[in-house]
């Protein structure tokens, strides 16, 4: 007779695989993030096809999707792996100069862009033979989730991320446009010129609310959207060669300053709008080697990041006048 406690015979190693392949809905895909021959994927798929006697993957037209067995399969899967990974990976120590471990950063793009190029020069550093992968910010969806797939979580204060935390730094939002842009015109740009030039916006979360441009509300500015995306790094293309303004962080403006053209443009002290920017990670990862080790190679990555703009020194808007 079976005991109720018996676990019912699976062969874990093919745990990974069968993650891997419902998130891609891709042999080829898996096989790339699997580190895997596409045949040894192919063999994986069939292996698991017959564990659940499910088809698990069907081809529609040129693309595979999942059966609604393997839709349902999904979210215990990713539990699964995330609550077997630290059994699996975690060691008594951790040596980054010989481990080949694939990290990933799930962060913002405009983290990703001021962040992913010196974090990878410290890897090349210290961890030469890891690899680093930066993953979309997840949906905050109040669970740890997320770290099924993610080693950190880098993002901002008040964005309701899951996770432990711990600073990185405070950046602030500053205006960059065109050094030919009207605004730039005047000796003493105020900041009421803004509601005579289009901006170019992003938001961060939810599309019906921009939470930057509620900035420029508070300051009592009626602004004209002359575009609108998703996220805040696309900004300083759109900007520079327009006559278009955008508010982003100042490390993103001191980055982009580098290879666009661009002035840059310091808010009142009114309407100044500071941003924390924290790192997250998975509670059961608090003593983890590896996680520690990343962790700490992200705190000391942070002082390298420039905050200056180059080109002239950025000039400050005039508050609004008062009535």
């Known amino acids: 007779m079976e005991r109720e406690d018996a676990v019912p015979e699976f062969d874990l190693n093919l745990l990974r695989p069968l993650l891997v392949l419902l998130e891609e809905r891709s042999v080829t895909r898996a096989a790339v993030r699997l580190h895997l021959s596409q045949p040894a994927t192919s063999a994986a798929l069939a292996r698991l096809r017959r564990q659940y006697d499910d088809d698990l993957l069907v081809r529609t037209g040129r693309t595979m999707q999942l059966t609604p067995f393997a839709r349902d399969l999904l979210p215990a899967v990713a539990h699964a792996v995330a609550e077997l990974r630290p059994v699996i990976d975690r060691k008594q120590s951790f040596d980054p100069a010989h481990t080949e471990r694939r990290f990933v950063i799930g962060a913002t793009d405009y983290m990703t862009a ?6 990878l020069r410290t890897f090349a550093a210290e961890a030469p033979r890891a690899s680093l992968d930066f993953a979309p910010q997840p ?5 740890l989730a997320p770290f099924s797939q993610l080693d950190l979580i880098v993002g901002p204060v008040g964005f309701q991320l899951p996770g432990r935390s711990q600073e990185l730094f405070t950046d602030e939002f500053v205006l960059i446009a065109d050094p030919d842009n009207s605004v730039l015109g005047v000796p003493d740009p105020a900041i009421e010129m803004l509601s005579a030039v289009p901006h170019a916006t992003a938001y961060l979360n939810d599309p019906d609310h921009d939470e930057l441009q509620d900035l ?3 300051a009592g500015i009626d602004y004209i959207v002359g575009a609108r995306l998703f996220g805040l790094a696309a900004l300083p293309l759109l900007v520079s060669g ?23 443009l310091e808010l009142p002290e009114q309407v100044r709008m500071p941003m924390m920017e924290c790192m997250y990670w998975h509670p059961r990862d608090e003593d983890d080697p590896a996680i520690l080790w990343l962790r700490n190679a992200l705190s000391r990555t942070v002082p390298s990041l420039s905050r200056e703009p180059s080109g002239p020194a950025p000039r400050r808007l005039r508050a609004a006048t008062s009535d």
């Open 114 to 119: 001021i962040l992913a190029g010196p974090l």
């Open 139 to 143: 949906l905050r969806d109040g669970t």
């Open 216 to 218: 420029l509300r508070r």
């Open 242 to 264: 327009t006559d278009m303004v955008a508010l982003v962080p100042r490390m993103l403006a001191a980055k982009a300053s580098r290879t666009l053209h661009l002035a840059v």
